[in-house]
Nanobody
Framework: QVQLVESGGGLVQAGGSLTLSCAAS????????MGWYRQAPGKQRELVAR???????SYADSVKGRFTISRGNAKNTVDLQMLSLKPEDTAVYYC???????????????WGQGTQVTVSS
């Protein structure tokens, strides 16, 4: 079992900045990747950014050049630095981890509860 806890959401003006953090805990053998997804009202959940265990990163086209994902200083953590925020970035942001536990042989997806990010114009 893996638990993910997000923090750092809030309300900011357009052009402002915000940093999200996520910490994974539980019966973890290994984590192959961690990332952030978001879901706006009436929209599908979409990938924002992802970082692998080898530190390879990927981003949605809409956030390239503005957002930076990085592995945190603490074990099994990840941060998302968001700069030049736009109203279109408003959504619930979810932390995701692909992990193998000591009780299951196959990697599985795990999700946090989500944190609200609201950008005003």
């Amino acid at each position: 079992q893996v638990q993910l806890v997000e923090s750092g959401g809030g309300l900011v003006q357009a052009g402002g900045s915000l940093t999200l953090s996520c910490a994974a805990s539980g019966n973890i053998l290994s984590i192959s990747s961690m990332g952030w997804y978001r879901q706006a009202p009436g929209k599908q959940r979409e990938l924002v950014a992802r970082v692998t265990s080898g530190s390879s990163t990927s981003y949605a086209d809409s956030v390239k050049g503005r957002f930076t994902i990085s592995r945190g200083n603490a074990k099994n953590t990840v941060d998302l630095q968001m700069l030049s925020l736009k109203p279109e970035d408003t959504a619930v942001y979810y932390c995701n981890a692909v992990a193998v536990t000591w009780t299951h042989s196959a990697a599985r997806d795990y999700w946090g509860q989500g944190t609200q990010v609201t950008v005003s114009s």
